[in-house]
């Protein structure tokens, strides 16, 4: 699986992409995954019919085969190659804050080409540095090697890291839409029904004052892209706690990004058990 990987990089970008779609195809087929991409949609969506959320689950496979197959080249595009593929909208928020070498933290998810994303924001000459979790078996080696290839720097653990990044004027990319465990999360709304959510982002700008942007990379219709920005955001004190504050920002960031999501359904990564973790008072 790791050379088929690297093999990839080379492809035309028709012919990658149509292999990918072939394997999406036959994965949604054979249930890869598909009881959970199907189980998650009836959360988010229990309005719709079964039929609609199987469609929609079917568009999925194929949104994320063809964001895949368009990382996958990224070592071996040109800047003119990519940068003519995304539009850079609301990039200038960024760029104002490297620009003034000033820390600030990036919330996003696994939403549009959130591979791709670090590729061209490194590109852009963006220090991004990513909190990720470690990856195990040669063919996740080959897909993380894509990121160092393009300039990606990666982290695994550790708040002093991350503050440490933010201090010295890096830009901190935080996925904001993974189930984490209960000692460490805040349980806040998500599609009505309470998610474990970091409150990583949160605590970093409470901690050193930094600004935070949520920021994600859609894909359009016709196979480019455009990232989509908001805010900056502030963490502004106004409880005695700072839990309280902490948690209400949180709450926000994830309301923010809910919206996104149901604007555009087809493009988050629905294959992730984001409601698996419960609340304390939930407990059996």
């Given at each position: 699986m790791g050379a088929l990987i690297a093999i990839f990089r080379y492809l035309p970008r028709a012919l990658a992409r149509a292999m990918l779609l072939c394997l999406a195809t036959l994965a949604f087929a054979l249930g890869v995954r598909r009881r959970v991409a199907l189980d998650n949609l009836a959360i988010a969506f229990p309005e719709m019919r079964p039929r609609e959320r199987w469609r929609l689950a079917f568009r999925n496979?194929?949104?994320?085969?063809?964001?895949?197959?368009?990382?996958?080249?990224?070592?071996?595009?040109?800047?003119?190659?990519?940068?003519?593929?995304?539009?850079?909208?609301?990039?200038?928020?960024?760029?104002?804050?490297?620009?003034?070498?000033?820390?600030?933290?990036?919330?996003?998810?696994?939403?549009?080409?959130?591979?791709?994303?670090?590729?061209?924001?490194?590109?852009?000459?963006?220090?991004?540095?990513?909190?990720?979790?470690?990856?195990?078996?040669?063919?996740?080696?080959?897909?993380?090697?894509?990121?160092?290839?393009?300039?990606?720097?990666?982290?695994?653990?550790?708040?002093?890291?991350?503050?440490?990044?933010?201090?010295?004027?890096?830009?901190?990319?935080?996925?904001?839409?993974?189930?984490?465990l209960s000692r460490r999360a805040i349980f806040t709304p998500f599609f009505g029904k309470l998610a474990a959510t970091t409150p990583a982002p949160a605590v970093v700008?409470?901690?050193?004052?930094?600004?935070?942007?949520?920021?994600?990379?859609?894909?359009?219709?016709?196979?480019?892209?455009?990232?989509?920005?908001?805010?900056?955001?502030?963490?502004?004190?106004?409880?005695?706690?700072?839990?309280e504050d902490v948690a209400r920002f949180t709450a926000m960031l994830n309301e923010r990004f809910e919206a996104i999501v149901r604007a555009h359904p087809e493009q988050w990564f629905w294959l992730h058990r984001r409601w698996k973790t419960r609340p304390p008072e939930e407990a059996g």
């Open positions: 496979y194929c949104h994320l085969a063809l964001c895949a197959a368009d990382f996958l080249r990224s070592p071996s595009m040109s800047d003119a190659e990519l940068f003519s593929q995304v539009q850079p909208d609301g990039w200038g928020k960024l760029d104002a804050f490297v620009e003034a070498r000033r820390g600030v933290v990036v919330a996003t998810a696994h939403m549009g080409n959130f591979e791709l994303f670090g590729v061209y924001g490194a590109r852009r000459k963006v220090p991004f540095t990513i909190l990720t979790r470690p990856l195990k078996g040669g063919a996740n080696a080959r897909w993380v090697d894509t990121r160092a290839v393009a300039g990606v720097r990666e982290i695994h653990k550790g708040m002093e890291n991350l503050l440490a990044a933010v201090r010295s004027g890096e830009v901190l990319a935080l996925l904001i839409d993974q189930n984490m700008a409470e901690r050193t004052g930094a600004k935070v942007l949520l920021a994600v990379l859609l894909r359009n219709g016709d196979g480019t892209y455009r990232s989509h920005f908001e805010g900056p955001y502030s963490l502004e004190r106004t409880s005695a706690e700072v839990d």
